[in-house]
């Protein structure tokens, strides 16, 4: 598995544990009722589950696994794609920032973080996706 | 393919089913609404599918594809993935039948089972990811 794909996924799983802690409060909170400010997280348990675990792992494994070039870079543009996850990070972190301080702009710039994220990674890997040579 | 990734994907495939049997109760809610208010269905349905199908079938996937851990344990702690299999199931299920009836007459009992099916799901997804994060590597 290359660095870049073991960054990708390890970052998955860390927002997995977070996601699934912040899930698991608000489900118990249904429950008994101890806090009434909880269901605030359910933004942020979304983006870190849908965004943060599932699209990064499986940009992760993408990036590892797809038909490698036969000439050049075996994986493509390596700096692009190490620009993807930290773009697409970064739009994350942006969109969590939304929901603690409640500043709109945050959301916008964080959605474009995770756009230009995926049209980087597109860009890498695009050509890879083809019948095994 | 190992046995528990076949309990796995085959678990998550019948959650797949489930969801989708739900999704057709949501969708014609307006025609039974008066006879069950299956509105109190949607986090269920969504957490069937986020959980019940993509979340196992991944964990499936990932524990018979990625890196072996070591020769004489290529898949990491059986332990640790047999918990994590049982902990999200039972949590799973205890959510899909606790909620909606939490929803519909709230008490002691219900708002705990939500607790408990909270404390096991968040055990199984721990689980899984201790196991895996070993197996995330170079070579």
């Known amino acids: 598995?290359?660095?870049?794909?073991?960054?990708?996924?390890?970052?998955?799983?860390?927002?997995?544990?977070?996601?699934?802690?912040?899930?698991?409060?608000?489900?118990?909170?249904?429950?008994?009722?101890?806090?009434?400010?909880?269901?605030?997280?359910?933004?942020?348990?979304?983006?870190?589950?849908?965004?943060?675990?599932?699209?990064?792992?499986?940009?992760?494994?993408?990036?590892?696994?797809?038909?490698?070039?036969?000439?050049g870079l075996p994986r493509g543009n390596e700096t692009m794609a190490w620009l993807s996850l930290i773009f697409l990070n970064?739009?994350?972190?942006?969109?969590?920032?939304?929901?603690?301080?409640?500043?709109?702009?945050?959301?916008?710039?964080?959605?474009?973080?995770?756009?230009?994220?995926?049209?980087?990674?597109l860009l890498v890997a695009w050509r890879r996706v083809r019948p095994s040579s | 393919m190992p046995l528990l990734t076949r309990w796995f994907i085959r678990t998550s495939f019948v959650y797949l089913g489930i969801a989708l049997a739900v999704g057709i109760l949501l969708a014609g809610q307006s025609l039974w609404s008066s006879l069950l208010p299956v509105a109190i269905l949607f986090p269920g349905y969504i957490h069937l599918l986020t959980v019940g199908w993509l979340t196992l079938l991944i964990f499936g996937v990932a524990y018979w594809m990625f890196p072996k851990y070591s020769l004489a344990h290529p898949?990491?702690?059986?332990?640790?993935?047999?918990?994590?299999?049982?902990?999200?199931?039972?949590?799973?299920?205890?959510?899909?039948?606790?909620?909606?009836?939490?929803?519909?007459?709230?008490?002691?009992?219900?708002?705990?089972?939500?607790?408990?099916?909270?404390?096991?799901?968040?055990l199984g997804g721990i689980a899984f990811i201790i196991n895996l994060w070993k197996r995330v590597k170079t070579k």
């Open chain 1, 1 to 71: 598995m290359p660095r870049l794909s073991v960054w990708f996924i390890r970052a998955s799983l860390v927002y997995l544990a977070v996601g699934f802690t912040f899930g698991a409060l608000m489900l118990a909170n249904k429950g008994l009722a101890f806090n009434l400010h909880l269901d605030h997280l359910l933004p942020v348990h979304m983006e870190f589950l849908l965004v943060g675990w599932m699209m990064q792992l499986a940009l992760g494994v993408a990036y590892w696994i797809l038909p490698r070039y036969v000439k």
């Open chain 1, 90 to 121: 970064t739009g994350i972190l942006m969109m969590t920032m939304n929901t603690v301080f409640n500043v709109t702009w945050f959301m916008l710039i964080g959605r474009v973080f995770e756009a230009v994220s995926a049209l980087t990674f």
């Open chain 2, 75 to 122: 898949h990491g702690s059986d332990v640790l993935i047999w918990a994590a299999y049982i902990l999200l199931n039972l949590g799973l299920v205890m959510r899909i039948v606790g909620e909606p009836l939490d929803n519909l007459r709230r008490d002691a009992f219900w708002g705990w089972l939500l607790v408990f099916s909270a404390l096991l799901q968040w």
